[in-house]
């Protein structure tokens, strides 16, 4: 644990600064008792009402700005409605502070002692995607605590204790890490806790429910939730819960630990509600589209979701970079390592699911393909380094950016994952296949076996512990690797690992199959550009063909060489124009102007495949595989 670094929180009293003292590390001398109305998912408002024993006339309640595993001030005040405070049944008057939005000062009348509150609000889940993404639907439900409390100032989190209760609509049933003390009818009262247990143990509900047990042979408990929009999408194959179970055998091979008590994946199949993955000690927010289980063979894409959350128990909430760590929800988080708190984490999700059998490994190695082909194109390499990626979060809190291969978006993820594999095959290199990046992993995750107190790490713990699997100058490979700009991409784990990126002009299965998820057509590596299937422009390529054409993201093919667009018309007018070297014509609409444009492009499609290498040895092969024993 490390608290240094804590800034003090400015706040205005009154309309003058004041400083907000930062969170200490001592008991919250009352309780929060939490009452959560989720019933109705008509509106999609969830009723908030709290009692705060413990309080004074100057209290400052906070709702949570900072967001562990968003790594940033994603709070979403705007949905807090209907704030009501009061004391003894008598209101108290409150004012939201001008500098900090998330901060509410009380303004008591009188004199009276004010020793406990109640507290009401109305929570606002998202109604539509184009205020937010979707998190409630008539047929289940994400209830993310963040979003449904406001807690006193100057204590850590995990001082405050905390009783929470549920009210879910009729007929509804639950998963979370929480513990419950009973449900009556339709409310659920959780075991007591404290503040951090709470925020860090979301809610997924809904009317249609399966549950599997993934750890059947015994240890910590780790149950897969699934709730889908229809009965029918729950139903999974012997086969690929097989799979599922050896994920957990597989990563407690890798990690040689776990810190958790229990484990519950809360995965949702749903086409109703927003995408998701976010990581807990205890458990996994994980929302995928409604073919997870019932489409298996043509969303492989999905698959690599949960190992990576499940990861993050041990890679992030567990272990934690010191500067991310924060003892409120109010305190700036600092995001600089997520190099390895997600890009190892990346690293590990991939490698898990092929060990695991959730993916085999031609669809492992499509992905790397994918991954690194983008990088060897990537024009905003040109400018800007990973590490200044990892302030992503805070600039623009995971939106989506245009250009962003120009502007470059949290490439910590993915480049991370290719220097990760640099790294794992050095070691395997230079031990002559003695020691591995496993190695790495366990003895960097496995300490403090079953504890759940988070161990944070800085850079320089990062290389001890390189340097103790194998003495090499990892601090300069890793600062030249995440702080370049202007390098090329990172694949030298690629060559080591004994493939080579090539281009054909056919896409991989796996790319085949992301494309029908998305309705889009990747042709990145060609005319430099991602079609929807109706001709609606994603991504253009900073410098490429389609850009020099005056394509934008947004704009819409509507036409081309004088037909109607259809996404077989275009490719086959990319294989035409290698043969004519006649330049493609367009006609774009953006709204209702219609302007017409040419591609001069004529080197035919291009798409990602590896390649193996027989004169290297296959080291990727090795990684890929699922392990008996460390
Ligand atoms: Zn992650």
Do not use: C
Request: net charge negative; no cysteine.
């Amino acid at each position: 644990m490390n608290s240094a670094g804590l800034a003090l929180l400015i706040v205005s009293v009154g309309g003058s600064a004041a400083l907000l003292a930062a969170p200490l590390d001592r008991a919250f001398p009352g309780k929060l008792t939490l009452s959560v109305d989720a019933s109705d998912t008509q509106h999609r408002v969830v009723h908030v009402e709290e009692h705060i024993a413990g309080v004074s006339r100057a209290s400052v309640l906070l709702f949570p700005k900072w967001l562990p595993g968003n790594h940033s001030h994603t709070g979403p005040i705007e949905r807090l409605t209907g704030l009501r405070i009061s004391s003894h049944g008598v209101p108290v008057n409150w004012q939201r502070d001008p500098l900090d939005v998330y901060a509410f000062h009380l303004q008591p009348t009188g004199t009276a002692a004010i020793t406990e509150l109640d507290v009401a609000f109305d929570y606002l889940s998202p109604t539509e995607p184009a205020i937010d993404p979707v998190e409630m639907s008539p047929d289940l439900a994400v209830l993310d605590w963040n979003e449904l409390l406001l807690y006193p100032a100057g204590f850590y989190a995990r001082r405050i204790p905390v009783s929470a209760h549920l009210t879910l609509p009729a007929g509804w049933q639950y998963a979370s890490a929480l513990e419950s003390e009973g449900t009556h009818e339709d409310r659920t009262q959780f075991k007591a806790t404290d503040l951090e247990t709470l925020m860090d143990s979301p809610i997924y509900a809904g009317r249609h429910v399966a549950r599997f047990d993934l750890n059947p042979g015994g240890g910590a408990p780790v149950k897969l939730n699934v709730f889908a929009d229809r009965p029918g999408q729950l139903v999974l194959k012997d086969e690929h819960l097989a799979a599922y179970r050896a994920l957990v055998q597989q990563a407690q091979l890798l990690y040689g630990s776990h810190h958790y008590e229990h484990y519950d994946f809360l995965y949702a199949l749903s086409d109703q509600i927003h995408g998701k993955g976010l990581e807990h000690h205890q458990s996994s927010e994980d929302t995928v589209g409604s073919g997870a289980f019932s489409d298996w063979d043509k969303t492989a894409w999905y698959r690599d979701l949960l190992p990576h959350e499940y990861t993050h128990s041990w890679n992030g909430k567990f272990r934690r970079p010191a500067d991310l760590w924060t003892p409120n929800y109010n305190v700036p988080m600092q995001d600089s390592l997520l190099w390895v708190y997600e890009g190892q984490t990346e690293y590990w999700g991939d490698v898990l699911a092929a060990r695991s059998g959730l993916w085999n490994k031609q669809q492992a190695l499509d992905q790397l393909a994918l991954v690194a082909s983008y990088y060897d194109l990537q024009p905003g390499r040109q400018w800007r380094s990973l590490q200044d990626t990892t302030n992503d979060p805070i600039i623009n809190h995971h939106r989506p950016t245009s250009w962003e291969n120009w502007s470059r978006y949290k490439d910590y993820y993915d480049e991370g994952l290719l220097i990760w594999l640099d790294v794992d095959t050095l070691i395997r290199e230079r031990s002559q296949g003695r020691r591995s990046l496993d190695d790495f992993a366990h003895a960097f995750f496995s300490i403090h076996d079953g504890s759940r107190t988070v161990l944070t790490y800085t850079f320089e713990d990062v290389v001890r512990a390189l340097n103790q699997i194998e003495v090499y100058d990892w601090a300069s490979l890793l600062r030249t690797r995440v702080e370049g700009v202007g390098q090329p991409a990172p694949l030298d784990g690629l060559k080591r690992g004994g493939y080579q990126l090539v281009y054909t002009d056919k896409p991989s299965d796996f790319q085949k199959d992301i494309e029908g998820l998305h309705k889009q057509l990747n042709l990145l590596h060609s005319i430099g550009a991602v079609i929807g299937d109706d001709g609606a422009l994603s991504e253009v390529v900073w410098g490429k063909s389609a850009f020099q054409a005056g394509l934008v993201a947004s704009a819409q093919i509507v036409a081309v060489n004088g037909q109607a667009y259809s996404p077989e018309l275009l490719t086959e007018a990319i294989t035409a124009a290698k043969a004519s070297h006649q330049p493609i014509a367009l006609i774009l609409r953006s709204g209702s102007v219609y302007r017409i444009t040419s591609i001069e492009y004529y080197e035919g499609l291009r798409y990602p495949h590896l390649e193996r290498d027989p004169s290297v040895p296959a080291r990727l092969d090795d990684i890929l595989k699922s392990r008996e024993r460390l």
